[in-house]
């Protein structure tokens, strides 16, 4: 006990006053991979099982850290790096299925908003995705870093390949042509992934602004698996190179 608030203390202490500090989350190992070796000076620092890169990109300070699959983990990692490395803006980078049926592998979308597509209180006449305590399904996306993620994704990929729009978040990997749709039909969700909404609740929580980056890996239906195996590293550096483009105009 005495152990875990030293520690706790430490981590505090250690990271004062870092005004303006981005905090930049990926899910897989794939998603930051690209981003680490950019860190200058880099510190890495433990918080129970999660790590944390510090240091500058492109003269900006950040903490990047990879939150694991899921979100639980996304909203672990999000607030440890709010509370404990005093992060003010965040940006998730990584991958997901497409949900809107025009979108195609390679695509980006940037988040207007999140949505958890797996909660469920419509027994309680709330609307799917809405949760107790909540006016609204949506966790919103902050208007500035959105048009920051969208100028980036337009200069990396070009603008037909660029879009903005809902994200659905769930804990679960969606590989099922029906079930895409009724995510699609249900929330007009683009695209599907695992943590953007878990992230989005808790910065919400802490007043904190976010975005959500997602190149689209798969197409969340039968095909899924075959198609995210093999663009899963390019796409995971597609998002990636957009956050480091970000980073350039922020
Ligand atoms: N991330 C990438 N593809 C996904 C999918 N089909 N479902 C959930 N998360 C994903």
């Not at 509370?83 to 991958?95: A, E, H, K, P, Y």
């Not at 990929?157 to 079930?179: C, H, M, T």
């Amino acid at each position: 006990m005495f152990k875990k608030s030293v520690v706790t203390m430490l981590t505090l202490c250690a990271f004062p006053s870092l005004a303006s500090t981005i905090g930049i989350v990926g899910a897989m190992d794939v998603e930051v991979e690209a981003l680490l070796p950019k860190i200058e000076n880099q510190q890495v620092t433990k918080v129970g099982s999660h790590t944390f890169y510090t240091g500058t990109i492109e003269g900006k300070e950040v903490v990047v850290t990879q939150s694991g699959v899921g979100k639980v983990n996304a909203a672990v990692a999000t607030t440890l790096l709010i509370q404990s490395f005093g992060v003010d803006q965040l940006i998730f980078t990584g991958i997901a299925g497409a949900s809107e049926p025009k979108l195609e592998p390679l695509d980006v979308v940037v988040s207007t908003s999140l949505v958890q597509h797996d909660v469920d209180l419509t027994m309680f006449g709330k609307p799917k995705g809405e949760l107790s305590g909540y006016e609204d399904r949506h966790f919103y996306a902050d208007k500035n870093l959105q048009k920051y993620a969208f100028d980036a994704s337009v200069a990396v990929l070009g603008k037909e390949r660029v879009y903005q729009g809902i994200i659905a978040s769930g804990d679960q990997f969606i590989a099922n042509k029906e079930i895409v749709t009724g995510i699609y039909k249900e929330f007009n969700a683009m695209a599907v992934e695992m943590e953007g909404a878990a992230l989005g609740q808790v910065a919400d929580a802490f007043h904190v602004p976010y975005v959500v980056i997602r190149t689209i890996s798969d197409k969340a239906d039968g095909s899924a698996e075959m198609v995210y195996s093999e663009l899963k590293k390019a796409t995971a550096d597609n998002s990636a190179n957009i956050t480091l483009n970000m980073l350039k105009r922020m």
